[in-house]
């Protein structure tokens, strides 16, 4: 496990899981992938958890995978076990997801709240998924679930193009629920959260399964996305965009 997740548990019925790598700007590495998936699988396991809520610190909420991780990847040409049983154990989460972000969004960063109910964000936030940049695909089902929220031509450009969004940007395109004052991100999302643990749970867990549609398409869509990233991990054009990439650091 890791010390870079933090599960809280600030009020009753209520999970926070905590991005708390403030020196590499929250950069995900694969323990702290395993530490959320383990948190995940606990909450959904948990009768006492009714809501969950992911939040990362003042000013960043993740700047994406580390690169050093990243690297390793590359190297073995596999998205490693870690970040794929992430993926799958947050599309198939059972309670409300809620998410707070402030400041830097970068690829997972951005992508993980497709799977949240209720996003808010500060007007400092920006959501960018430089994924084709370093010549890799989409992940976390965004493929799917991006078009879905967003159209096609606003979905290409934050997966494909790789633009950015404000959060202003992010909330008119439906990937964002509203946007909060910078010092009220963190308490709005907690309150949301409440609110919802407050709520009958059979009912809302009726409701949001309703909502969200069949899980399955989801799932799928995680495996052949990371198909592709794993085969483009290895690809000249990778390899070339990774040492571009390097050499401006």
């Known amino acids: 496990m890791t010390d870079h997740i933090r599960i809280e548990r600030p009020v009753s019925g209520v999970l926070v899981i905590r991005l708390d790598r403030a020196e590499k700007k929250n950069a995900i590495t694969r323990a702290m992938y395993a530490a959320m ?22 000013g960043c909420f993740s700047a994406g995978n580390d690169l050093n991780d990243f690297l390793a990847f590359a190297r073995g040409g596999t998205m490693g076990g870690e970040v ?28 993980i709240h ?8 500060s007007p400092r936030t920006e959501f960018r998924t430089p994924f084709v940049d370093l010549a890799l695909v989409p992940e ?31 909330r008119e395109a439906g990937l964002i629920h509203a946007v909060v004052e910078a010092g009220a991100v963190e308490e709005t999302a907690l309150a949301a959260a409440a609110r919802l643990a407050a709520k ?30 794993a085969r483009q991990l290895t690809s000249p054009e990778a390899r070339a965009a990774f040492e571009a990439f390097l050499a401006r650091r």
Not at 88 to 103: E, F, I, M
Not at 154 to 165: P, Q
């Open 84 to 111: 794929v049983e992430f993926l799958h154990a947050l599309a198939a989460h059972r309670k409300p997801l809620v998410s707070g972000v402030d400041g830097l969004a970068i690829g997972i960063g951005t992508t």
């Open 140 to 170: 976390a089902a965004s493929s799917l679930l991006a078009p879905r929220v967003m159209g096609h031509q606003r979905a290409f450009a934050l997966l494909a193009a790789g633009e950015a969004f404000s959060a202003d940007a992010a």
């Open 37 to 58: 998936t383990a948190a995940l699988r606990g909450a959904d396991a948990e009768e006492a958890v009714r809501a969950t809520l992911f939040l990362g610190r003042e």
């Open 114 to 121: 497709l799977h949240c109910d209720l996003t808010y964000a």
């Open 200 to 229: 009958p749970p059979q009912a809302l867990a009726i409701a949001r399964d309703l909502i969200r549609g069949d899980r399955a398409a989801v799932a799928a869509r995680i495996d052949e996305e990371a198909a592709h990233f």
